[in-house]
């Protein structure tokens, strides 16, 4: 008699059932509309209906015309101006807390109530936030104008929302206010996932807040350091709901950011969707490139303790070991 070969069940096959549903909601309401979006910007797509929708004679075209459009331009320029005015005042109150929260030699009482109150604003919904900061602002009354009146500070209401500088600078504040606990609690995250041996021996062997921060936690946060840096950028560049409900991208376009710039060229009577689109690819490559310099600066150049920071810890390990 031939022997049963004994059956080996295989449970990877559940794991690409599962995941089925997940792949076809990608494929269908993700990686078509990426596709769909390439194809028109080569298009004269135009208009709620379109008579024929054919590839240009010069496929950029599209591309070329929002690249010279001034408004594209100025819409560029508020996007990285109000990104980067929010974004390093963010990094760098979020790594101020992180040090704080995770320092044991401080033994700070009530951190999880500190958190969830940092955290919150991340929870409200934008369009919550822009209506807030938008009446606390308005002219010509408004909370701060009853402030300033009281305080003695104007003797009439000053028209706040007509002042370009000003309005950047809330959009920023507003990014700044919502996100620097995120920024704050993935950074956290990461300075709990290392070893505490590592900053026993440098406590043994007599290192102060300052160098520990720098020479251990920095170094050992670099991947946690380059997901949000990278997803910083992306968000900011990507800026929409803020810009769009504060002022509707006014005064004189000063909030208009790129998102803003392209749902106006496709929603906004134009319909260009075909602009649009080509304004979006290049938002999309924008995005790559500044990715890949921060990916590049920030790689792993060594494993184990051929890096920097591996031969700063190895030395921390081995005077702590030693003491």
């Not at 591309?63 to 996007?79: H, V």
């Not at 709901?241 to 208009?256: E, Q, R, S, V, Y």
Request: charged share 15%.
């Amino acid at each position: 008699m031939k022997k049963k070969k004994h059956s080996e069940v295989r449970y990877s096959k559940y794991g690409y059932i599962f995941s089925i549903p997940f792949v076809v909601a990608y494929l269908i309401f993700q990686l078509y509309p990426i596709l769909y979006t390439v194809v028109i910007g080569f298009t004269n797509m135009q208009g709620v209906i379109t008579p024929e929708v054919h590839i240009l004679d010069n496929p950029f075209a599209n591309f070329q015309t929002i690249l010279t459009s001034p408004s594209f331009r100025n819409a560029l320029k508020n996007t990285f101006t109000i990104w980067l005015v929010n974004f390093f005042p963010q990094i760098l109150l979020a790594l101020l807390l992180t040090a704080w929260f995770t320092d044991r030699r401080w033994n700070i009482r009530g951190q999880g109530l500190y958190k969830v109150l940092i955290y919150m604003p991340n929870i409200i919904t934008a369009a919550t936030i822009a209506i807030l900061f938008k009446s606390l602002f308005d002219y010509p009354t408004s909370p701060a104008q009853d402030i300033l009146t009281t305080l003695g500070l104007i003797d009439k209401p000053i028209n706040f929302p007509i002042s370009k500088s000003f309005c950047r600078g809330i959009v920023a504040f507003i990014q700044f206010w919502m996100w620097y606990g995120y920024t704050m609690l993935i950074l956290i995250s990461g300075v709990l996932g290392i070893d505490p041996e590592i900053f026993d021996a440098a406590e043994v062997d007599g290192a102060n807040k300052t160098q520990v921060f720098f020479q251990i936690t920095l170094p050992n946060i670099r991947t946690i350091m380059l997901f949000t840096l990278v997803t910083s950028l992306i968000g900011g560049l990507n800026m929409f709901d803020i810009p769009k409900l504060f002022m509707l991208g006014g005064p004189d376009n000063a909030t208009t950011t790129a998102s803003v710039f392209i749902y106006n060229q496709a929603f906004s009577g134009s319909y260009m969707y075909n602009r649009a689109a080509a304004a979006s690819m290049i938002m999309f490559i924008i995005i790559m490139f500044f990715s890949s310099i921060l990916f590049f600066l920030l790689r792993e150049r060594d494993d184990g303790y051929g890096t920097t920071s591996g031969k700063k810890r190895k030395s921390y390990a081995k005077k702590g070991g030693a003491a």
